[in-house]
């Protein structure tokens, strides 16, 4: 019940589980890479859908969006997680890097947004600054 759960979440013993949405595939496995390398758990979603499947079901520390997936919206989809995983931190990352993309993506629920291209240390040390005490690396 929720008490097994507030205790679980108080021993942060847990490994940081991340999920990344991205509609490039290579893009998704460098993430994938470089997170796994610094000791993150990661799922990976090419679609907006194939991302609902995941965190609609599983709860993860961190989420990763690009802003534009295909068809879909990655600021869209950042709302979604906000509103099913509050506690979850997201970043989001975008090749349109005006101010109002930030702003939209920041309104949306974001924690952080970074500019595409992203260098592999940015993106785990930002990813690692948002779960910093909520599971283990």
């Not at 799922?43 to 520390?61: H, I, K, P």
């Not at 997201?90 to 629920?109: F, H, N, P, T, W």
């Amino acid at each position: 019940g929720a008490a097994d759960n507030a205790a679980k979440d108080d021993t942060n013993s847990h490994i940081c589980r991340v999920l990344c949405v991205d509609d490039h595939a290579d893009t998704l496995k460098l993430y994938d890479f470089a997170l796994r390398r610094e000791g993150f758990e990661t799922s990976l979603a090419a679609t907006a859908d194939e991302a609902r499947s995941y965190f609609q079901n599983q709860a993860f520390d961190v989420f990763i969006l690009d802003s534009v997936l295909g068809n879909s919206s990655g600021v869209s989809l950042c709302a979604e997680v906000r509103d099913c995983q509050p506690e979850a931190a997201i970043l989001v990352i975008s090749g349109q890097v005006a101010r109002q993309d930030r702003e939209k993506a920041l309104a949306a629920g974001a924690d952080e947004f970074l500019p595409k291209p992203v260098a592999l240390d940015d993106l785990w040390s930002v990813a690692r600054r948002l779960v910093d005490g909520k599971c283990s690396l």
